[in-house]
């Protein structure tokens, strides 16, 4: 009859996910993309500045900030602190901050012509295009740092289990010497 073995040092056992991969290492893995774009960006700034004309130099210097941005993503994933969320909340701040702008410049054209009525009411708008910019802003910065916080607690859980390990194996220890 088949009988279930506890412990056999002739058979690997994992108990991970099925399907997972082992070994991989994603951090260094971006780290590296990172490095590669950034170069690619410093290539960019050089041909931009070999443009001869300000279309090319302009193209050459958007395409070099794209890739930037990217390094910065790819940078924040090598790191764990990358969101999608977070970006996604940060492009919202950045167009409700652009709207605000366009807002203020409209109520200082309607001052300008005397219209204050108008203007007062363009400046409340905009006010309140930085507010909501800011909410979203806030909220990209929690979710960052709860991101951060929960690598820690984990890095302090895996520690302290690493050291009750450690204990458990010299009490072991000690009752075979015994």
Not at 7 to 23: I, Q, R, S
Not at 45 to 59: C, E, L, N, P, Y
Not at 68 to 80: E, L, P, V
Not at 99 to 111: C, D, G, I, L, V
Request: hydrophobic residues 30%; aromatic residues 8%; glycine residues 4%.
């Amino acid at each position: 009859m088949w009988e279930y073995n506890h412990y056999n040092p002739d058979v690997l056992c994992h108990y991970g996910v099925k399907g997972m991969k082992w070994g991989h290492r994603r951090a260094q893995k971006y780290a590296n993309k990172a490095q590669l774009v950034r170069a690619s960006a410093r290539e960019m700034d050089a041909k931009a500045q070999r443009a001869f004309t300000k279309s090319g130099a302009a193209k050459y210097t958007q395409r070099a900030n794209a890739m930037r941005d990217a390094a910065k993503i790819y940078d924040q994933k090598s790191k764990g602190t990358y969101s999608s969320k977070a970006v996604k909340l940060n492009d919202k701040a950045k167009r409700y901050k652009d709207t605000a702008q366009e807002w203020s410049k409209m109520a200082e054209k309607a001052n300008n012509k005397g219209k204050l009525t108008k203007a007062t009411k363009y400046n409340q708008i905009a006010q309140d295009q930085r507010a909501r910019a800011q909410k979203y802003e806030q909220r990209a910065k929690n979710i960052i740092a709860r991101k951060i916080k929960s690598k820690q607690v984990i890095k302090d859980i895996d520690t302290t289990s690493r050291e009750r390990g450690r204990k458990e194996i010299e009490k072991i220890k000690k009752r075979l010497q015994s």
